[in-house]
C-alpha cells in the first residue's frame, strides 16, 4: 500500500520566516517518484518538484529546498524568507501508476 | 509546454442535471487521464484512470454510472456527472500524462468547481 502524510495541518509563519513542510510516505516498490505541488486559493495545482527514489541528493532553488531521506522515508520542503505571496496548501504526492497525494498543509504567511 | 485545459471552470445547476467536463491535451498526446475529486480543505482524491480507448479504471466507492468517463482520443477525457446532487458539488480535477510509466509527470488542469443547488 503506498501512503503520503502530511502531519501539520495548518502553519501561520510571519513574513522572512524559515518553515519547513514535512513529508513522510510508505511504499513497498523501490522505484518511485516525489512530488510537491502548490495550490493556491485560485484552485490549480502548480508543480514545484519530482524527485526518484534513487536520486536521494537535495535540491535548491531560489528560496525553495527539498531534502529527501529515503532512511526515514522523508522529503521534506523548506522554505526560506517566506513570503505572502507563498500562502498556499501544499501538497507532497507519490507516485507508481497513479498518484497518491497527502492531505496537505495550509501555509499562511503573515505580512 | 505540457498544458491541461480544462472546462469549464466552474458549473453552477438545479440538482438532476448532468454536467459534462472535459479535460484536453493541448501540446502533447496523453495516454493516460487521471480524473480527481477535492472537498473543500481536503486532498485530492483520485476518482478513476482512463486510457485512450478502453474503459476506465475506477478507484474503490467511486460510482462508475454515476461518474462516466470517456477517453475517446488521445487528448480529451470526459467526466459526466449524471443525475448530479448536491453531494456532488465539488471541485473536480484532472492530469494527464504524456508518455507510459509513472516516472512521467501529470500535468494538471485547473479544476472545475461544481455546485448542485
Known amino acids: 500500500a503506498q501512503k503520503v502524510t502530511q502531519a501539520q495541518t495548518e502553519i501561520s509563519v510571519v513574513e522572512k520566516e524559515d518553515v519547513t513542510l514535512d513529508c513522510v510516505y510508505e511504499?513497498?516498490?523501490?522505484?518511485?517518484?516525489l512530488f510537491w505541488y502548490k495550490q493556491p486559493p485560485s484552485g490549480e495545482l502548480v508543480f514545484l518538484i519530482r524527485?526518484?527514489?534513487?536520486?536521494?541528493q537535495n535540491e535548491i532553488s531560489g528560496r525553495y529546498s527539498w531534502n529527501f531521506q529515503k532512511s526515514t522515508s522523508s522529503f521534506n520542503f523548506t522554505i526560506t524568507a517566506s513570503q505572502v505571496v507563498d500562502s498556499a496548501v501544499y501538497f507532497c504526492?507519490?507516485?507508481?501508476?497513479?498518484?497518491?497525494f497527502g492531505a496537505g498543509t495550509r501555509l499562511t504567511v503573515k505580512p | 509546454g505540457a498544458v491541461v485545459s480544462q472546462h469549464p471552470s466552474r458549473v453552477i445547476c438545479k440538482s438532476g442535471t448532468s454536467v459534462k467536463i472535459e479535460c484536453r491535451s493541448l501540446?502533447?498526446?496523453?495516454?493516460?487521464m487521471f480524473w480527481y475529486r477535492q472537498f473543500p480543505k481536503k486532498s485530492l482524491m483520485l476518482m478513476a484512470t482512463?486510457?485512450?480507448?478502453?474503459?476506465?479504471?475506477?478507484e474503490q466507492g467511486v460510482e462508475k454510472d454515476k461518474f462516466l468517463i470517456n477517453h475517446a482520443s488521445l487528448t480529451l477525457s470526459t467526466l459526466t456527472v449524471t443525475s448530479a446532487h448536491p453531494e456532488d458539488s465539488s471541485f473536480y480535477i484532472c492530469?494527464?500524462?504524456?508518455?507510459?510509466?509513472?516516472?512521467?509527470?501529470?500535468?494538471f488542469g485547473d479544476g472545475t468547481r461544481l455546485s448542485i443547488l
Open positions: 504526492a507519490l507516485s507508481f501508476n497513479d498518484m497518491r
Open positions: 501540446d502533447f498526446q496523453a495516454t493516460t
Open positions: 492530469s494527464a500524462r504524456d508518455l507510459e510509466g509513472f516516472d512521467q509527470p501529470q500535468h
Open positions: 524527485r526518484n527514489s534513487f536520486d536521494e
Open positions: 511504499t513497498r516498490d523501490t522505484t518511485y517518484y
Open positions: 482512463s486510457n485512450e480507448g478502453s474503459k476506465a479504471t475506477y
